[in-house]
């Protein structure tokens, strides 16, 4: 049986990783990204057979209807990965860049989960997965916008969680929280041991899909980390980051 698979933000890192990967598993894929040229390459990589939509996840309401359109044009879709997102760090506040984490890590992820769940409601079964970050779990002095929009990212996912089991419908909802992953928001920063390659991300991601868990986090030597930022008082919190 084919295998269906929406994956935003697919021209790069984490999105481009678990789009080979899925591929590699025979999964028919649907790509998106702003940077088409770049979508093309990785169908060629991926088998030729992918369908490539041109998406902006900042422009919501057109975003949605290419999301919507791709999935007519798949003939349905099984699984939906919203990977696609932004983010910098900003400790001085200027809001030209915390503008864009909110419009694309808010908003737009939110319209684009709301398609999706839709789909999956009206279909009877489907997976969403949303990417969300291990930023999510506490505050960020460097980063506030992104922290606070991932806050938001699992939150959401959370209630659509919520929504499919009250469906009693096989429908799986799975929050991603990757820690630090090689690509531009991370790279430079000293904290080589900490960072996994886009590769290792997408393979425990992909291992999180196949066991349809709620939630998971990426790679596994962040488990440890995410539950001591749960844990950690705030004043010692405070001290350490």
Known sequence: ??????????????????????????WTLGLTGRRVALLEQLREETGGTAF???????????AMARLEELIARMGGAD???????????????AWEREAPALRV??????ALAGVAMRHFLARGRGHLVGISS?????GNRYAPA???????VSHYLECLWYRAAKS???????????????TDLVRGQDRMFWIATPEQAADAIYGAIRRRRKRAVVTRRWVLVAWLMRALPDWLYRRIV
């Open 168 to 182: 009693g419908l096989p429908i799986a909802v799975t929050d991603v929280q990757p820690g630090f992953v090689d």
């Open 134 to 138: 291990v930023s999510a779990l506490r």
């Open 105 to 110: 890590n808010v908003t737009g992820f939110a």
């Open 146 to 152: 992104y922290a606070a929009s991932k806050a938001f």
């Open 79 to 93: 699984l939906v990965v919203l990977n696609a997102g932004t983010g910098s760090r900003n400790p001085d506040l």
């Open 1 to 26: 049986m084919t295998r269906t698979a929406v994956v935003t933000g697919a021209s790069s890192g984490i999105g481009r990783a678990l789009a080979l990967r899925l591929a590699r598993d025979g």
């Open 52 to 62: 490539v939509q041109e998406m902006d996840v900042a422009d919501a309401p057109a």
